[in-house]
């Protein structure tokens, strides 16, 4: 069994930066998903921004949503990437309580 989301945070580069319950961090790329379905309503920024947690996935307002087992294996590890919640002043974004 995969881990649940816990937190996401959208990316500038369209990528969902990721908190697992299992403490990992883990970074979704969205850009091969943009081009189909209610995802290409995604590359509107500020739709992207609303990606949040439900249930133990992530979804977007426009009820976009993906399963938590495509964000656990299709993510990457996020140790050698600049991870928004240590630097928010550049992202202007937060984990969530």
């Not at 697992?20 to 081009?35: A, C, I, T, V």
């Not at 739709?47 to 996935?57: H, K, M, N, Q």
Request: some cysteine; aromatic content about 12%; glycine content about 4%.
């Amino acid at each position: 069994m995969n881990p649940i989301v816990q937190n996401a945070i959208a990316r500038p580069d369209y990528q969902v930066e990721l908190l697992f319950d299992n403490g990992e961090k883990r970074l979704f790329d969205m850009m091969p998903y943009l081009d189909f379905g209610v995802f290409a309503e995604l590359k509107d920024r500020k739709l992207f921004e609303t990606v949040r947690v439900s249930f133990d996935s992530v979804e977007w307002d426009n009820g976009a949503d993906l399963c938590p087992e495509v964000l656990y294996e299709k993510s990457r590890p996020a140790e050698q990437a600049m991870i928004a919640a240590e630097e928010p002043e550049i992202y202007g974004r937060k984990w969530h309580d």
